[in-house]
């Protein structure tokens, strides 16, 4: 080929590329935003969770239903959190349990370590029971019990009297009670787990924090948002979600709870979990018919799967009052167990013996914190001996 021609040929195919290339790197470069509205970008998809990507819609385009998945964000299973184990948890955070019913304990283990014991002490004993929420008539009892022994063993050493007192306590909270989740379904179906409890108990916390422990412990979970008539309940209920991979479904704000919890069973049945964990609207304790529909909720629910749990949720700090609203939860649905929030945070540890008399239902797991995983199964040894050390 003739030189200059090829030499015209290679130039003009230089400047053809090159001039290609900088045309498409000019259009990225408009494209991109520039770095710190990138930043800003994503801060905001940080800063709010409960935005989240698209939403996978529910399998019936019409349905107003919508599962939202946990991870379908890019990435999202790398930031996922990994719970605590759940064993071992009561004694971890017994320091903060000790510190809150230092005053029972301490108060208890005065009077008994009295050289005399006589009725001023006993009656002594009886009020620093009564001051922390133990109630009337499991008070009568534990102080008739400790009264026996004393006299009948002949007990007059403190060490002896702490051991009595122990022994006393544990048997009042009952340590042979059955207090494991009941979350395993039957027949291929899931376990379906209803908390219920006033708003501000610790209810939709609670349900986040179980659904860490079931994670923790190699269990698929789904959560159902059935407190329909605080759209921010539903927000934060799929935020917990999100944080450890498990979806949620809504429904639209105000809408049916009991609808809600019939397509979370549903959805959890189809796509095989575990377990189902239902959250309840929890403003109905003065409205009779709006307790009425915490009832429609588990049968109508039940039309899918059995209702494996009820958990009703009461704060520790508001005393008779929580028992109050255990009796009249109670009366609605059956209640199974108990989860006793914010024991941290009070001195009235005694709660625990008084609704389980109340309700005749075990504690199954007590908050001790804001934290994530300050959620402990609980144990009645391990309490009573956070409690008197
Ligand atoms: P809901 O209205 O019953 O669903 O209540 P939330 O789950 O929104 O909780 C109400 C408040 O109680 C939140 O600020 C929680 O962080 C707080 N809370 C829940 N459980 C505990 C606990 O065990 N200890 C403490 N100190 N705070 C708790």
């Known amino acids: 080929m003739d030189p200059i021609l090829l030499t015209v040929i290679v130039v003009a195919a230089v400047v053809l590329v090159g ?5 498409v790197l000019s259009r990225r470069g408009d494209a991109l935003p520039p770095p710190d509205v990138l930043d800003e970008i994503t801060r905001e998809t940080i800063d709010h969770p409960e935005h989240p990507e698209p939403h996978l819609a529910s399998d019936d385009e019409e349905a107003p239903f ?16 990994r719970p605590d184990a759940s064993q071992g948890r009561l004694v971890r955070l017994r320091s903060r349990l000790a510190r809150s019913n230092s005053s029972l304990g301490r108060g208890l283990l005065a009077v008994l370590g009295r050289s005399t014991l006589d009725d001023e002490a006993w009656e002594e004993l009886e009020d620093t029971l009564l001051a922390a929420d133990v109630g009337v008539k499991p008070t009568t009892e534990l102080v008739e019990r400790l009264r026996t022994r004393v006299r009948v063993e002949g007990i007059d050493d403190p060490e002896a009297a702490r051991s009595v007192l122990r022994e006393e306590l544990i048997a009042a909270i009952g340590p042979d009670r059955d207090r494991a989740l009941a979350a395993t379904g039957a027949d291929g179906k899931p376990g379906v787990v209803l908390v219920v409890g006033v708003n501000g108990t610790g209810k939709t916390t609670t349900v986040g924090r179980i659904a860490r422990v079931l994670v923790a412990d190699d269990r698929s979970v789904l959560l159902g948002a059935a407190d329909t008539f605080r759209a921010a309940a539903a927000d934060q209920l799929q935020t917990w979600g999100e944080r450890v991979g498990v979806p949620t479904v809504r429904g639209p704000e105000g809408g049916d709870p009991a609808s809600v919890g019939f397509e979370a069973v549903q959805r959890g049945i189809a796509d095989g979990v575990d377990v189902v964990l239902l959250d309840t609207a929890g403003r109905l304790h003065t409205k009779a018919g709006l307790m009425d529909e915490l009832g429609k909720v588990k049968r109508v629910v039940e039309k899918q799967a059995p209702v494996t749990e009820v958990l009703l949720v009461i704060d520790a700090t508001t005393g008779q009052n929580g028992l109050a609203q255990a009796r009249v939860f109670g009366e609605v649905v059956d209640v199974t167990g108990i989860v006793l929030t914010k024991l941290d945070g009070t001195a009235k540890g005694g709660i625990v013996i008084a609704v389980q008399n109340e309700l005749g239902v075990p504690v199954k797991f007590v908050g001790l914190g804001e934290g994530a995983d300050d959620l402990a199964p609980f144990d009645a040894a391990e309490f009573v001996d956070a409690l008197l050390s």
């Open 66 to 81: 919508e599962e939202v998945p946990a991870d379908e964000r890019p990435g999202a299973t790398s930031t996922l959190e």
């Open 19 to 23: 001039g290609g290339l900088a045309l």
